[in-house]
């Protein structure tokens, strides 16, 4: 396909969201509920054609040599569909953002005055691998009022194609557009650029994804972007923490699911505390296969560490392999957290009241842990219901993106014939 075809393919699609999104900025929210329990409903009436479809990329993955964890993402099977299913009737049940009045007020001049949640209108999301996001991602707009258009990865190429034509099937069937969900499914890396370039018909662009991906859309989109999903989250270990405490939150923070963004790639310890935590923690984390990367101070207690580079301190491992270093006390804790880490989620480990409320003031990230493990940093563990992706950046949402995110703001203003 040429460029010129390829970039109108993509604005054809675009145009038709955007005709969507006029439509379900004003749909109710018994209309939109019900598509999504329509859509839920016709997942699992389809899941043989779902699982047949995701075979053939899962077949492709592994000639590919795609590794073990690419491939746990991107299968499907009878419990992950009913699981998808389940988050679409979760999601219909959550309270409609949309037409919320969030403050108002009178003016002296009788000008009535109210801010009010609105959809955004056109949301692009750009993700790798996983197509339990394809329908994740479209309930969650759908439910705000927002027209969808995904860009999957080439090797979720067939089940995306699959599950975006049943989701417009059935919520074309219950009333919506067919067009609100759309996918582009052209192979390539250009069309994803070509789908960065489309400022107008897209309002915003959320990247779901690697470092790489979410740099390439940061750098080359003219549609606004929120950053998700990097995480480089740490747990600190304070002077005279409960070491049990510690041990537990450090396991599980690293390897209760190593391979997800809320998962801790560094621990850093109190120096008066190394010598005995640093070997009580070691024990449960070897059992479960984790390999260390330390610092020279971690080192001449745990000689088995290897040795820590600079670059280990920026490392999102998505493994089981944590980096370890030992700090002179809080000052230094917070330095190598807001320097290295990528304001996602961080942890500290304390009995000391003031210090935990000064890291939580002090450590510059999205979710900010007191004696617990970083793993709880998700939209629907928050009591949020779904999410879309955590953002790690400041405008607009910051942390786990639920509904209220997906929506923007404008003032509704009545009078009775006030002229300035």
Known sequence: MSEGDLAGEIRSICEGARRAAHVLAVTGAEEKNAALCEIADELERSMDVVIESNALDLDAGREAGLSAALIDRLALNGQRIHEMAQGLRDVSALRDPVGEVLEGWRLPNGLVIEKVRVPLGVVGIIYEARPNVTVDAAGLCLKSGNAVVLRGSDSARNSNRVLVELMRRAGAAAGLPADAVQLIGVSGRDAAREMMRMHGLIDVLIPRGGEGLIRTVVENSTVPVIETGVGNCHVYVDEGADVEMAVAIVVNAKTQRPGVCNAAETLLVHREI????????????????????????????????????????????LDLVLAVRVVDGLDEAIEHINRYGSHHSDAIVTRDWERARRFQREVDSAAVYVNASTRFTDGAVFGMGAEIGISTQKLHARGPMSLPELTSTKFIINGDGQVR
Do not use: N
């Open 274 to 317: 190394a010598g005995g935590f640093l070997p009580a923690v070691w024990t449960p984390l070897s059992e479960k296969g984790v390999t260390l990367k330390a610092d020279e101070a971690a080192r001449a207690i745990l000689p088995e560490a290897g040795e820590a580079t600079e670059e280990d301190w920026m490392t999102e491992y």
